[in-house]
């Protein structure tokens, strides 16, 4: 493995003006890493992956490297990029069991955490650098969100979370409230009452979205969030109808299979699907079916009938009369995305919405409440993790600022 790594970062050109980092979304100094290991300095290499990015050892394995760093590689104009994911694997895991520095000296504030996913998580390790009392309020019972949630196992194996949960938790000092919902019996306004001078708002988007088509509540019918989570309590049958083609339907294919379903197919209402492609190649690769063009109409216990529809070059699509077919199946999961849930905005005054059910935030996670922040999927709708560790970066050290201005008054 060593020597293979080191064969790949051989490869890096050094690039006076390295596009690389311009496709990173976190801005990681690739080409100085790189030199790092090749110098024999994995350490500081190391130090640095970890300190630009709490969370380097999960983007290593589920970012969208063809279209980020890999993809902006000068060398993928060739078609064999330098595989700098391979690489920030490898320094970052080989460093990790070195870290076991202790909590950081305290400033006496508290902050508050709702939501333990990938924004709450950044903004959780940032802070406690700086020395912040932090306790995380998770309404699951372990850490992680659509990290451990929402993401396979064969993709994200549960022991990189295991690990971030020891070195970036529990060693710097983070309490920890699992199973408890803010909104239900404590609220935002407990939480001032409390002590604490910020709270940060990370709950994701976790409420389904739905078709709203005749068929959809019944029981042969799962949605991709809720499969996802616990996929071994379903039965899913021998035969599965997938409807959505992204990220999330190639999960629950790819999951369904080791699952013991026969036969996978996912129905695209567009002539492509809207997964990475990676994860398209991984799911034909391991028998997942496709078919493109097609609008589910109606759910039936043993099956869905598919309407085919042309894509117009506005987004919009025309369907075509006396073109309904019936694709037979044991089960059906529906894989179109998700919503925010709103028990904390109904619980509490002074947060606005807009029309989609986010939270109302700026560029510096500031929400309508003095105090409260956000950012991640419960403002920016779902994204990739590497987008909500990199705008979370930017609003720890809002938080931090604003902290800082109520001490010095």
């Known amino acids: ?13 050094e ?14 100094p690739i080409p100085q890493v790189i030199k790092l290991l090749k110098d024999n300095r994995l350490d500081e290499a190391g130090k640095i992956l ?3 990015n709490p969370l380097t050892t999960i983007c290593s394995l589920i970012c969208n490297h063809e279209k980020q760093c890999e993809g902006h590689c000068v060398l993928a104009k060739k078609g064999n990029p330098v595989h700098f994911s391979a690489i920030e694997s490898y320094i970052s895991n080989a460093y990790a069991p070195k870290m076991v520095k202790g909590p950081a000296v305290s400033n006496g504030m508290r902050v508050a955490i709702v939501g333990s996913g990938p924004a709450g998580l950044t903004i959780a390790i940032i802070l406690a650098r700086y020395g912040y009392q932090v306790t995380i309020f998770e309404s699951k019972d372990k850490i992680g969100g659509v990290l451990r949630y929402g993401i396979p196992e064969f993709r994200l194996p549960k022991r990189v979370l295991e690990d971030l949960q020891y070195r970036h938790i529990e060693l710097k000092g983070i309490k920890i409230r699992p199973n408890i919902r803010i909104g239900d019996a404590i609220g935002i ?8 001078k910020a709270i940060f ?12 088509i005749k068929g959809e509540t019944l029981g042969n019918v799962h949605f991709a969030i809720n499969y996802l989570t616990n996929p071994d309590v379903y039965k899913l049958g021998e035969k599965v109808t ?6 999330a339907a190639m999960d629950v294919a790819r999951t369904a299979i080791r699952n013991g379903a026969s036969e996978v197919t996912c129905f695209s209402i567009d002539e492509k699907v809207a997964a990475s492609d990676y994860e398209f190649k991984y799911a034909k690769l391991e028998g997942v079916r496709f078919e493109y063009g097609l609008k589910p109409v109606e759910i039936l216990d043993n099956g869905v009938i598919f309407r085919k529809v042309t894509q117009n070059d506005d987004g919009t699509y025309t369907e075509t009369d006396g073109e309904d077919m019936f694709y037979p199946s044991s089960s059906v999961v529906i894989a179109i995305s998700q919503g925010p849930r709103n028990v904390i905005v109904s619980s509490t005054t002074g947060l606005n919405v807009n029309k989609r059910g986010l939270l109302d935030a700026d560029e510096h996670g500031n929400t309508t409440r003095q105090g409260v922040f956000a950012s991640g999927d419960v403002v ?5 993790v590497v987008e ?3 705008r979370s970066k930017v609003v720890a050290e809002a938080m931090h600022y604003y902290m800082q201005s109520l001490q010095s008054k």
């Open 201 to 212: 708002i990370g709950t994701g988007v976790w409420k389904a979205n739905a078709l709203h």
């Open 380 to 384: 920016s709708g779902a994204r990739s």
């Open 1 to 13: 493995m060593a020597l293979h790594i080191l064969d790949e970062a051989n490869r890096c050109l």
């Open 50 to 52: 970890f300190f630009n």
């Open 189 to 196: 306004d407990d939480l001032f009452r409390d002590g604490y």
């Open 242 to 247: 997938i409807i959505g083609a992204g990220n």
């Open 15 to 28: 690039c006076k003006n390295p596009t690389c980092i311009k496709g990173c979304p976190i801005g990681t």
């Open 388 to 390: 909500a560790v990199a």
